[in-house]
């Protein structure tokens, strides 16, 4: 190839330059950005939610304490076990017979996301109980 201009685009020395500029300029609008000092809440979709339900607003109640706990407990275990064997090994490796799954290959990451999709759905149980008990404390 000639030295002309896709030569020194093309050079990794210069995807090196761009990649480094790239995360300083990053940095740079993060760190003047006033927003970015605020103190307010950030409402993260799904990760949120999961964060929530495991780290805090724990009832006052030892019952459901212990309920919820056990909850994300089980839905850990669940999301490892279904991650492995359902999806990491049925679903990517047997059904879709991607090569990228093959032997133990991407599991972690398959494992990690379906722990976090458990975490969610056992929060939306934990949340529905909630609410039916405290409708039926109403009715009572």
Same mark, same amino acid.
């Given at each position: 190839? %000639?030295?002309?201009? $896709?030569?020194?685009?093309?050079?990794? *020395?210069?995807?090196? @330059?761009?990649?480094? +500029?790239?995360?300083?300029?990053?940095?740079?609008?993060?760190?003047?950005?006033?927003?970015?000092?605020?103190?307010?809440?950030?409402?993260?979709?799904?990760?949120?939610?999961?964060?929530?339900?495991?780290?805090?607003?724990?009832?006052? %109640?030892?019952?459901? $304490?212990?309920?919820?706990?056990?909850? *994300?407990?089980?839905? @850990?275990?669940?999301? +490892?076990?279904?991650?492995?064997?359902?999806?990491?090994?049925?679903?990517?490796?047997?059904?879709?017979?991607?090569?990228?799954?093959?032997?133990?290959?991407?599991?972690?990451?398959?494992?990690?996301?379906?722990?976090?999709?458990?975490?969610?759905?056992?929060?939306?149980?934990?949340?529905?109980?909630?609410?039916?008990?405290?409708?039926?404390?109403? +009715?009572?």
């Amino acid at each position: 190839m %000639g030295k002309d201009f $896709r030569y020194y685009f093309q050079h990794p *020395w210069s995807r090196m @330059i761009v990649a480094y +500029l790239v995360i300083f300029f990053n940095f740079l609008i993060f760190a003047e950005d006033p927003v970015s000092h605020s103190q307010t809440e950030a409402n993260v979709i799904v990760v949120g939610n999961c964060f929530s339900f495991v780290t805090n607003k724990y009832p006052r %109640g030892v019952v459901w $304490r212990i309920l919820k706990v056990l909850l *994300w407990l089980l839905a @850990i275990l669940i999301g +490892l076990i279904a991650g492995k064997f359902l999806f990491h090994q049925r679903l990517f490796g047997q059904l879709l017979r991607l090569k990228m799954f093959r032997e133990d290959h991407g599991s972690w990451m398959t494992m990690f996301f379906s722990t976090i999709l458990f975490l969610f759905i056992f929060s939306h149980i934990y949340n529905m109980i909630l609410l039916m008990d405290g409708n039926m404390g109403s +009715l009572i």
